[in-house]
């Protein structure tokens, strides 16, 4: 059984070289020192995701990313990555990069949240931009 699934909902972004980025995910894990159960990486719309968010979270508005930690603990990290397709080619925009580079920095943003990482204070947020920069510049070599 593969530790690390995609799933395309209603959203199929163009994903290459996928066994390369599930080897480099499992590599994250390992890197901070977190052990990897299982991963299923889920890409959908922002009316999908807009709807988890209000349901689950309580929160009525769009995001690029929800991480949902499923493991008991102890056993490993076993978690599911909510990702917007449709917020991730506009955040791509505004932020004048690739929808590639950014369809992989939220990928990266949610395997982050796994490992331990926050982003609710101006401080967290900060390093975990810096991470996942790390993260991005050793992906794309």
Do not use: W
């Amino acid at each position: 059984m593969q530790k690390i699934n995609f799933y395309f909902l209603d959203r199929k972004p163009a994903l290459k070289h996928r066994k390369d980025l599930k080897q480099f995910i499992e590599g994250i894990f390992k890197k901070e020192k977190k052990k990897l159960e299982s991963l299923s990486c889920i890409f959908c719309s922002d009316e999908h995701l807009l709807g988890m968010n209000k349901f689950f979270l309580q929160h009525d508005f769009y995001t690029d990313v929800i991480t949902f930690e499923l493991g008991l603990n102890g056993t490993g990290v076993a978690g599911e990555v909510y990702l917007s397709v449709d917020r991730i080619k506009e955040n791509a925009k505004m932020e004048r990069v690739s929808f590639n580079k950014e369809l992989h920095r939220v990928i990266f943003h949610g395997v982050l949240h796994l490992c331990g990482f926050k982003d609710k204070t101006k401080a967290s947020k900060k390093i975990m931009r810096m991470v996942e920069n790390k993260y991005l510049d050793l992906y794309f070599m």
